[in-house]
Structure formats: structure tokens, C-alpha cells
């Protein structure tokens, strides 16, 4: 064996494993193979000389020279399949043109009269046909693109072949010129000689590739051509094949309901049921097939939008690749975004589908069960016979046993057919859904790339000279009067058409006019009724807004009536049209701008109802009416300009027009809303602590600068992007207005609600106080507690708070998705933004872009305007409707509070690329130096940790810390606040309630004793005194009947007998009121029972005796030690009753 691999190897001209002489000569390449080498590879292995290092070294060689001859085998695969395209080019070229000359213009299919079912099963072949020819013609149309790259290509990849050719020349030429002989040697030999013959493979072929683009160049267009006309004509057959499907499915549906009418008429009485159910069963096949039709003409629809659609985005992306963002792409763009499909209409189709689809699946599992029912016949039969047998006297059975089988074959054959088209029409919907889902998904996709780059690019050159002279142009057919005429005459004919539509029309708006005056007068008196103290109805609310809006819809109703007209005449030339598009636009923006003004007026909604100051509603109605006289009409030309064909007029007068009226905007917005001013000082008083106020330095500059903002862009050519974000700005701005509207109207409605419950509480009391007076003869002196009209209306401020911050939340969630549904369209426009990259994390780290930065900031704000906001929203909505105490309540707010923060946080900060692999030893290093600098921060924070989760102290709970006593009213991150009873705010470090000795009087339970020291003079009835405190105390309301209070004689005082009262309340929160109550009631009773409540008394005697100095001195000694003893008893029982 091993002398046969010497052989082998000899005769390969390769050197052997031992060579005893040296050997230049090359080892000729073409005699290289795969299996030549797999054999020394072999000997390798199995060789006892080598170590396992030199194995390893020569093993890679030869496995890399086994891979290049591979690869050369493939590469000269190539070369041949090139050269074969080169030599059949004129071939095939012939052959294409032939085929393209003969080619039919029009299918001259016969279609064979057969069955259904052979019908069905050629419609399906001719479908697959249809399908390969399309795949290859879509290969075939995205070949030249193919190419064009590969030649591009190419050269690079030659030129990188050749040079690498030459590497192993070089080296090749060298191992020749070394003497050495060893096998590592020849291994490399081997190794460099196989990748020659690959790389001379690989150029070879890149050469014959290009030729083979060349020879076959004209061949390529011609096979499109020949593959697009098959695939019209395999189309134009599919489409015969499936007329003469439905052709055939209706005419066996109608035979079939036929031949059933016949039976039910001709069948037995008995089996009339059968009969009439066969009937049945055929006529929803008839309904069925021209279901199938509807269906199958939609799919047909939906698959060429589709395709249609697919193409021209493919096509459209092709340009911008090509061409880059011109103004001419711009131009294609915007075309193409006015084209395109309606997605909410297709939306709607697809929803609404689906419970057709239910109930065809729900359908086809009853057929399937009754057809089950009928595999076993003569069961069924007998089950027929005998059910017929009970209803009615059958003379001969044989011949009802007949008629039945008769009736079930004629129905298991129905049913069999109808399961089949039923099938079939489940089938078609489930394509159409898919094929309308794909269409909306794709157009979707296209309408975002549209959207992504039209914003961005110039619609038009900067405002020239040129555009002036075209200005005239368009002003000159917009005032001219034989354009005027022919619309006045359109309106004239479309009205003689139908004048009983017209006339009807005409006197509803003279009675609207008419009635202008009426209406005035009526919002007067109901704005006064409003005003009154006592209005605790929202009807004259309701009243006054519908008053409003027929006092505001007249003019827009007769613009929209006009416009309406001229749209349905179906002779409108350009000119009607645009004039039709500016009235809409008219109708709409003079309804909001009017019904603003109106609401406005004096005694109107906002002046009488919502209580808008009458210093602010003066300015707003002035501008107001000057934006209808100076803003509108401009937009009016700029919306009539936009709706007429020529480009060149809308980019003049229309770009001129919308430019004065962006202008025009931005100064009556910075008129009516100057800091100064009295709307913008209306507004800060009306919301002193909302956004409106914190936010007060971005929206006022905002809602000024932008106008003008969009202005300058129309001026420099980005005028399509101005319209748009124009008309969003717009729509944003009747979106503000509407919530404002909507929002007086809630406070309105809550404010007349408190309003009615505050009459009623005060009817009671007064009808108490009646009661009261009656019964003690005294009702003269009862005064009514009902307020006049007179009286001050109540505040807004006493309206409840949650009421009516659940409905500030539900407004500002609702503005939240109104926004969102406004700008969604231009959403995908800031995508431009992620392609600024700002700075790189990391060295392997992706860039973070513009658009992650502002998406940080945007998060960040989001994250501090929730943490604010959505405790609050949390408690009010959820929590309060909990069994949990208030101290839990907050601790559950404080908790979601910081995680909303650290959420917030560590989102923004990964979206500008600091996640936590990349900044991980910058905290570790942070939290070592603020361990050591900020010690007692951590710890109060720590310790506000489990403040809030050990919960030793709760917000409500009264405690003392040293000597201060309170209420706890916050507990914050690093210190909790002790409200005193002096209504002083104590700042306690959060440390000091964990570390420090704390007296909480609520913790576990809030019940607590009462101590009232009571003392009577000597002599007076002890026991009677007893019971009249003891009776006080158990009449009172707030106090406890367990634990009982108790009375006890105390002691026998200096000046009195002392007793002491001690009882229970179940909280802190009434105590002094408790013991002021307690103590008035005792002297009451005491008084009324002749009972004296003793003083402090003292007897002196003045006697005369000899001055002694010393005993003088003694007895002075001894009265003022008595007197500071007396003091101090004074005090000792002020403080007990205090505690």
C-alpha cells in the first residue's frame, strides 16, 4: 500500500514524506486533486517520525490546499457556465425575438365544457403558471440592477485576485529557489500551488462574466419584454378560467335550486321537511356562488394594489438611492403620498370582515356535522320514516321509505356541493383578508418613507423674482369675472335641478337670520339667570351653548351648503372646484373663530357661566374679529390656490398669502398673549400652580416664534413642510380650544352640583330650626339660612378637589392622545434626527444620535411631570377605594413616586448610551466618595427607606420627639416634617425617628384618655357631684362607652375636694374640643345643681406682737415657702390638664 502512495505520488510529481535529494522542479498544477491530497493527508496521520506539532502544521496545509481546489472546481464551473451564456447568446437572442414577434396580444384560449371539478383543478394549474412566470419576471426586472452592481464590482474583486496571484507567484518562486527538501516544504509547495490554480480560476472568471454581460446584453430587455407579455396573457387566461368557473358554479347552483323546487313540489307530505330543507340548502349555494364572484373580484383588486403598490415603492426607493433627496423626488413624493391608498378604509374592511369569517367557519362545522349524520343513510332513513309515521298516516311505507332515501341522497349530494363552494368562499376570504392586511401593512411601510423624507426636502426655490411674475398670473384667474360667473351659474343649475331641495335650504338659513335678534336676547336672559347665587341647574349652561353655537353656525352652514353644491355638479370646472375646497376650509375655521367670539360676548358662556374675567373676554373678542377680517381671508386664497393643478401659482400667490398670514398670526398671538397683557394675566391667576405657570417661559415663546418660524420656511422653499406642520398647528389649536370648552363646562357642571347640595343642607337646617322654634313657641325668632340672589357666589375653590382633578387628569390624558393623533403623521419626519451621531460610549459602542438625546430630555420631563402628577392620580382612582389607612396610602405614593424617577432616570440615560456596563466604575467611585462626604444624607435617606417600609411613624400619626409635639405631615427623602400645634412646621432628620427615642401616640392604636380635674367646694353634695360628671361624660357623643369613664374622689385639697374625671376617645383629632365641651357642660350642671366649684383660698390673722427680729425673719421664710408650694400645685395640675 504504502508503495502504491509512492507511486501515486511520484507520478503527481510530488516530493515524498523523506526525500533523500533535493527537488526543484514544480509540481505541475493540473495533476492536483483532492483525492491526491486526502492520501498524503492520510500518510500524515498515520506517520511515526512526525510529532504531533509538525501533524498540526501540515494538516492545515493540506486541509486549506483541498479547500482551494474546491473552490477552483467551483470557480472553473463558473468560467464554463459564462462561456456556454457567451455561445448561446445569438442563440437565445434569435429565439427571444422570435418568440416576442409571435407572441399574441390577446389570449385566444378555448375553455372546455366539463365539470366543476376540472375546472377547478386547470383554474389551479393556470394560477401556479401565472406564478413562476411572475417570479421570473420580477427576476429578470431586478437583474440589471443585479448587474450594474456586479460590474461595479468586478474590477475591484479582479484586481484584488491578481494581486494575490502574484503574492503566490513571488512565493511559489521562492520556495523553488530554497534548497529545502523537508515536507513541510512541500507541503506549502502544495498548499500555494492549489490557491494559485484557485485565484487563476476566480480571475478567469470575473473576465468571462463581464463578457457574458456583454454578449448578452441586448438579450436581457427582450426576455423582460417576452416574460411581462406571458404574464399578461397568463393573466388574461387565469382570468377566463375563472369567469367559466363562476359561470359554471352559478349554473349548477341554479339547476340544482331547480330540480329542488320541483322535488319539494312533487314530494310526499310526510317528507315535505326534507324537501324544503334540500331547497334551502340549494339556494344558499346560488347565494353563495355570486358571493364567491363579489369575493374573487375583491381579491383581484386587493392583489394589484398590492403588486401595484410594491412595485412603485421598489421603483421609488430605486430614485432616492440613485438620484438623492432633489427637489424633483420631493415632487414624486408628495404625488405619490396624495395617491395613496385610504389605510383606515382598508382598516375598516378587515374588521368588518371578520365575523364573516366567523360565521362562514361556524356554518362549515354544521354542514360538516350534518354530513357526518348522513354517512350512515339507512339510520337516517329509518329515523325519517319513523318521525313521519308519528306526524301523519302513511298508506304505503315502501314508497315513503323511498321517497325519504331519495330526499337524503338529494341532500348529502347538496351538501357535498356546498361545503365545497363554502370551502372555496372561506378560502377566497381568508386570501382577501391577507391580501388587505399586506396592502395595509405596505402601504403603511410606504407612507412612512414618504413621510420620513418629504418634510426635508425643498418643494420649491426660495421666493424670486420669477415667482412674482407667476403671482400675477394667479391673481389675475382668481379675481377673474368670467370664473365668477360660471360659478354663480353652476349654483344657479344645480338649484333648478332640485328646487324643492333648494328652497327648503334657503328659507331654513332667512330663518336663522331672522332669528339672530331673538337668539341675542334669549343668551342675555340666560346668562343673567346663570349669574344668580342660587342657579343650581345646568340647563341654562346647556341652553346657552346651543344658543351659541345657532348664533355661530349660520355663515358656516350657508359655506358649506355652497361648497357642498358645487362638488356634486358634475360639470364644476378647476375653478369651482378650488373655490369648493376654499369654502370647506372657510366654513370650518370661521365656525371655531366665531363661536370663540360669541362665547366671549357679554353675558355670554364664558363671561355669565364659566366666570372668565370680563377684563380678559374684551381682547379676545378684538383679535378674534381681526383674525376673521385679515388671517382668514388669506388662508381662504392660500387652501382655493393649493386646489388648482398649477405648481407655479401655488408656489406664488398661495406661498405669499400663507407667508402674510403666518406672520399676521404670530403677532396677534404675541398681542393677546404679552406677559402684560390681561389674557395672559387671567391665565396665571386662573391656574396659579399648574403647568400653564411652570411652563409659562416655553409655550408663550413657542406659540409666538412658531408662526413666524413656519413663515420664514415657506419664504426659503421648505413650503410643503410649512403647510403641514401649519395645518397641524391648526388642528392643535381647535383641539386647546375644545378642552377649554369642555373643561368650564365639567367645573360648571360640578360647581351647580355643590351648589344644589349646599340649598338643600340649608332647607334642612332651616326646617330643623323651625321644628325647633314650634316646638318651644319661639318661631318668630328663626331666621332663614336660605341664600338671597344677592349673595356672593361661591368660589370656584370650594369646588371638591378630587372631583376636580380626576377631571383635570382625564382632559389632560385626552389633549395627550389628541396631540398624538394630530402629529402622528410627522412623527416619522424626526426620524432624520438619529442619523446625527453626537458621541460614541464605548470603542465598540453603537453613536448616540440627536434624535436619543431629545428623546432622554423628553422622557426626563414625562418622568418628572408623572412623579408629580401621578401619586395623586394613583390615590385618587385606586387607592382611596382600598381598606388602607392613610399612612400606607402614602407610603405606597412615596414608593411608586421613586420608582417612577428611577424608572425615568435610567431610561433617559441608556438612550444617550450611559447604561451600566459603561458606567459602573464612575458609581462605584461616586458612592465611595459620597459614603464618606454625605454619611448623614445616606443615612436620613436610609433611614426614610424604612421609615416608609417598617412604618414606625405615618403621615396623621400625632408624636413627640424631645419636647415637641405633632402631626406628621410629610416624610420626605431626607427628613420628615412635625406639624406643631401652634400650626409651626418641625424639620425632624429621618435618622432621628430610627436611632433616637420616639413617643408615638397613634401608632398601634389611636384611642386615648381624656383627664378633666375637677374640684368642689367643702360641704358640698359629693355624690351628686360624682354622678353629674359622670353623667356628662357618658352623654357626650365622642366619648367611649368601652373602655366606661370613670369618676374618682381624689383627695380633700387645701381648698377643695378634688375629683377627676377619666375617659376614652377613639382618635386624637377632637380632644381639646372634647375636653372644652367637658368642661362648659360641668359648670352648667354644677350651676343648675348648686354645686360651687372651689378656689384657692387662704385665711391670714394679724395679730400685734413684739417685733422679733429672728422669729420675724422665720415666719417670712415660712409664708414664702407656703406661697411657692401653692405655686407649684398650680402649675403641676395646669399641665395634667393640657396632657
Not at 351653548?545 to 348664533?551: E, I, K, Q
Request: neutral net charge; proline residues 4%.
Amino acid at each position: 500500500m504504502i508503495l502504491g502512495i509512492w507511486a501515486a505520488l511520484a507520478l503527481a510529481g510530488l516530493p515524498p514524506l523523506i526525500a533523500d535529494e533535493p527537488s526543484a522542479e514544480k509540481p505541475p498544477a493540473e495533476e492536483l486533486s483532492v483525492e491526491v491530497v486526502q492520501n498524503r493527508l492520510k500518510e500524515i496521520e498515520a506517520s511515526q517520525t512526525l510529532d504531533d506539532a509538525a501533524k498540526g502544521s501540515l494538516r492545515e496545509l493540506y486541509q486549506q490546499a483541498i479547500q482551494d481546489i474546491e473552490a477552483a472546481k467551483t470557480w472553473a464551473a463558473s468560467v464554463k457556465r459564462s462561456e456556454e451564456m457567451v455561445a448561446s447568446a445569438p442563440d437565445e437572442l434569435a429565439k427571444v425575438k422570435s418568440d416576442l414577434a409571435s407572441l399574441p396580444r390577446q389570449s385566444t384560449v378555448s375553455i372546455p365544457e366539463t365539470s366543476l371539478v376540472q375546472l377547478e383543478q386547470s383554474l389551479s394549474q393556470k394560477s401556479t403558471e401565472l406564478t413562476a412566470i411572475k417570479n421570473l419576471l420580477a427576476e429578470l426586472e431586478a437583474e440589471p440592477k443585479r448587474r450594474a452592481a456586479r460590474r461595479l464590482e468586478m474590477p475591484k474583486l479582479a484586481a484584488t485576485a491578481r494581486e494575490r496571484l502574484t503574492e503566490v507567484e513571488a512565493q511559489l518562486q521562492a520556495l523553488a529557489a530554497a534548497a529545502d527538501t523537508s515536507e513541510l516544504v512541500g507541503a506549502k509547495r502544495i498548499a500555494l500551488t492549489a490557491r494559485r490554480r484557485c485565484l487563476e480560476q476566480e480571475a478567469l472568471s470575473y473576465q468571462t462574466e463581464l463578457k457574458a454581460y456583454d454578449q448578452r446584453a441586448e438579450l436581457l430587455p427582450l426576455r423582460r419584454d417576452l416574460a411581462a407579455g406571458q404574464a399578461a396573457l397568463a393573466e388574461q387566461e387565469l382570468t377566463k378560467w375563472r369567469e367559466a368557473v363562476n359561470r359554471r358554479r352559478q349554473r349548477d347552483a341554479e339547476d340544482q335550486l331547480r330540480r329542488a323546487k320541483q322535488e319539494a313540489q312533487q314530494a310526499h307530505p310526510a317528507i315535505a321537511d326534507l324537501t324544503r330543507q334540500n331547497e334551502e340548502l340549494a339556494q344558499r349555494r346560488k347565494d353563495l356562488a355570486q358571493l364567491i364572484v363579489q369575493t374573487t373580484a375583491q381579491l383581484e383588486r386587493a392583489n394589484s394594489q398590492l403588486a401595484a403598490i410594491e412595485d412603485q415603492f421598489k421603483r421609488t426607493r430605486d430614485k432616492v438611492d440613485a438620484v438623492g433627496q432633489t427637489n424633483a423626488i420631493g415632487l414624486l413624493l408628495r404625488k405619490q403620498r396624495q395617491t395613496m391608498p385610504d389605510v383606515r378604509s382598508q382598516s375598516r374592511n378587515i374588521r368588518g370582515r371578520q365575523p364573516t369569517i366567523q360565521e362562514c367557519q361556524l356554518e362549515l362545522l354544521q354542514l360538516d356535522d350534518r354530513r357526518t349524520d348522513l354517512a350512515d343513510l339507512e339510520k337516517q332513513i329509518q329515523k325519517e320514516l319513523l318521525v313521519a309515521g308519528r306526524e301523519a298516516h302513511v298508506d304505503n311505507e315502501y314508497e315513503l321509505e323511498w321517497a325519504a332515501r331519495r330526499a337524503l341522497e338529494t341532500e348529502k349530494e347538496y351538501l357535498d356541493a356546498l361545503i365545497v363552494d363554502l370551502n372555496s368562499y372561506f378560502d377566497k376570504l381568508i386570501d382577501l383578508d391577507n391580501a388587505e392586511r399586506q396592502l395595509t401593512q405596505k402601504t403603511e411601510e410606504y407612507i412612512e418613507y414618504i413621510d420620513e423624507r418629504v418634510l426635508w426636502i425643498r418643494s420649491t426655490s426660495a421666493l424670486d423674482k420669477e415667482s412674482l411674475h407667476y403671482l400675477g398670473q394667479a391673481a389675475a384667474w382668481l379675481i377673474q369675472p368670467d370664473s365668477w360667473l360660471e360659478l354663480a351659474g353652476c349654483l344657479f343649475r344645480d338649484a333648478g335641478k332640485d328646487p324643492f331641495r333648494a328652497a327648503p335650504v334657503a328659507l331654513a338659513f332667512l330663518l336663522l337670520l331672522w332669528g339672530q335678534r331673538r337668539l341675542r336676547s334669549r343668551l342675555n336672559d340666560v346668562g343673567e339667570r346663570a349669574e344668580m347665587a342660587n342657579c343650581s341647574r345646568l340647563v341654562p349652561t346647556m341652553e346657552a351653548l346651543g344658543l351659541t353655537v345657532a348664533l355661530s353656525c349660520v355663515v358656516p352652514a350657508i359655506l358649506w351648503y355652497l361648497s357642498w353644491r358645487l362638488n356634486a355638479e358634475s360639470a364644476t370646472s378647476v375653478f369651482c372646484t378650488a373655490v369648493a375646497a376654499g369654502l370647506t376650509f372657510t366654513a370650518g375655521a370661521y365656525l371655531v373663530l366665531d363661536l370663540l367670539e360669541k362665547q366671549c360676548c357679554r353675558n355670554g358662556l364664558a363671561d355669565s357661566h364659566f366666570g372668565w374675567p370680563s377684563s380678559a373676554l374684551r381682547p379676545v373678542r378684538h383679535y378674534v374679529r381681526i383674525a376673521k377680517a385679515l388671517v382668514l381671508p388669506l388662508f381662504v386664497v392660500v387652501v382655493t390656490i393649493e386646489s388648482q393643478p398649477n405648481n407655479r401659482w401655488s408656489d406664488s400667490l398661495g406661498r405669499v398669502c400663507f407667508t402674510v398670514a403666518m406672520f399676521a398670526s404670530a403677532i396677534l398671538v404675541q398681542r393677546a398673549l404679552r406677559p402684560k397683557g390681561p389674557v395672559y394675566q387671567a391665565l396665571l391667576a386662573s391656574r396659579q400652580e399648574g403647568w400653564l405657570v411652570s411652563f409659562r417661559l416655553v409655550w408663550y415663546p413657542v406659540a409666538v416664534l412658531l408662526p413666524a418660524a413656519l413663515a420664514v420656511l415657506a419664504l426659503t422653499g421648505y413650503y410643503y413642510a410649512a403647510q403641514q406642520l401649519a395645518v397641524r398647528m391648526l388642528a392643535g389649536s381647535y383641539l386647546l380650544l375644545g378642552l377649554a370648552l369642555a373643561r368650564s363646562l365639567l367645573l360648571r357642571w360640578v360647581l351647580v352640583r355643590r351648589r344644589k347640595l349646599a340649598i338643600e343642607h340649608a332647607r334642612q337646617r332651616r326646617a330643623a330650626a323651625l321644628a325647633e322654634a314650634a316646638s318651644a313657641g319661639n318661631e318668630s325668632g328663626v331666621t332663614s339660612v336660605i341664600p338671597s340672589a344677592n349673595e356672593p357666589a361661591l368660589d370656584l375653590a370650594t369646588i371638591n378637589v378630587q372631583t376636580q382633578r380626576f377631571i383635570e387628569y382625564s382632559l389632560a390624558l385626552t389633549g395627550l392622545l389628541g396631540m398624538w393623533l394630530v402629529w402622528v403623521d410627522v412623527l416619522p419626519a424626526l426620524r432624520v434626527l438619529d442619523k446625527i451621531g453626537l458621541w460614541q460610549a464605548g470603542s465598540s459602542a453603537e453613536w448616540t444620535s440627536l434624535a436619543d438625546v431629545s428623546l432622554a430630555v423628553l422622557i426626563f420631563a414625562m418622568t418628572l411631570t408623572a412623579a408629580r402628577n401621578a401619586p395623586g392620580l394613583l390615590e385618587m382612582a385606586l387607592l382611596q377605594r382600598l381598606p388602607l389607612d392613610a399612612g400606607f396610602r402614602y407610603t405606597i405614593n412615596t414608593v411608586s413616586r421613586y420608582l417612577i424617577v428611577l424608572v425615568g432616570i435610567l431610561i433617559s440615560c441608556n438612550l444617550i448610551g450611559l447604561s451600566w456596563h459603561t458606567v459602573q466604575w464612575l458609581v462605584a467611585a461616586i458612592s465611595v466618595g459620597l459614603g464618606f462626604g454625605l454619611q448623614e444624607i445616606f443615612a436620613n435617606f436610609v433611614s426614610g427607606l424604612i421609615i416608609l417600609f417598617e412604618r414606625p411613624v405615618r403621615v396623621g400619626d400625632v408624636v413627640t420627639v424631645g419636647e415637641t409635639s405633632g402631626v406628621i405631615s410629610r416624610i420626605r427623602m431626607r427628613a420628615t416634617t412635625i406639624t406643631n400645634w401652634d400650626r409651626k412646621e418641625y424639620i425632624v432628620p429621618n435618622k432621628e425617628f430610627i436611632t433616637g427615642r420616639l413617643l408615638n401616640w397613634t401608632l398601634s392604636d389611636k384611642v386615648n384618655r381624656v383627664v378633666v380635674n375637677v374640684g368642689i367646694a367643702y360641704g358640698s353634695d359629693t355624690t351628686l357631684a360624682a354622678d353629674l360628671i359622670l353623667k356628662i361624660a357618658r352623654q357626650h357623643p365622642l366619648i367611649l362607652d368601652e373602655p366606661a369613664p370613670r369618676v374618682t374622689f381624689e383627695e380633700f385639697g387645701a381648698s377643695s375636694l378634688n375629683y377627676v374625671l377619666r375617659c376614652f376617645l377613639p382618635d386624637m383629632e377632637n380632644r381639646l374640643q372634647v375636653i372644652h365641651e367637658l368642661h362648659i357642660a360641668i359648670d352648667c350642671e354644677f350651676r343648675q345643681a348648686g354645686i360651687e366649684i372651689a378656689f384657692p383660698q387662704q385665711g391670714i390673722h394679724v395679730r400685734s406682737i413684739q417685733a422679733d427680729p429672728q422669729l420675724l425673719g422665720q415666719m417670712l421664710a415660712g409664708s414664702m415657702n407656703a406661697q411657692n408650694s401653692d405655686e407649684e400645685d398650680d402649675r403641676q395640675q395646669r399641665k395634667r390638664q393640657v396632657a
